[in-house]
Nanobody, 123 residues
Framework: VQLQAFGGGLVQAGGSLRLTCAASGTRFSVKRMGWHRQAPGKERELVATITTDGYTNYADSVKGRFTISKENARKVVYLQMNSLKSEDSAVYYC??????????????????WGQGTQVTVSS
């Protein structure tokens, strides 16, 4: 499973950005997709996730400002980020929890990470 994320960039405080992440590969299904972020000197933290059933989970710091959405058929997840603050500056990583069917017929659960996209909010 490969994850390709894009949409990061430089924006002024109060502005908006939309991140997109697409999952590709063969013989897999997605259980949940989402975003984590990591700022310099800090640990990676959860930002938002969404299941295929549409259940969402947000970090308290982004509730009311960020919205996660998905397209199940295309295995794509979006993160609409509004009212951005300088503390939102970080590398944002797409993550997907998947089930993959092997050649032997087994099913393997896995967590997959994208390459990261930089979000910089200037104050």
């Amino acid at each position: 499973v490969q994850l390709q994320a894009f949409g990061g960039g430089l924006v002024q405080a109060g502005g908006s950005l939309r991140l997109t992440c697409a999952a590709s590969g063969t013989r897999f299904s997605v259980k949940r997709m989402g975003w984590h972020r990591q700022a310099p000197g800090k640990e990676r933290e959860l930002v938002a996730t969404i299941t295929t059933d549409g259940y969402t989970n947000y970090a308290d710091s982004v509730k009311g400002r960020f919205t996660i959405s998905k397209e199940n058929a295309r295995k794509v997840v979006y993160l609409q980020m509004n009212s951005l603050k300088s503390e939102d500056s970080a590398v944002y990583y797409c993550v997907a929890d998947t089930l993959t069917w092997t050649d032997g017929g087994a099913v393997e659960a896995g967590r997959n990470w994208g390459q990261g996209t930089q979000v910089t909010v200037s104050s």
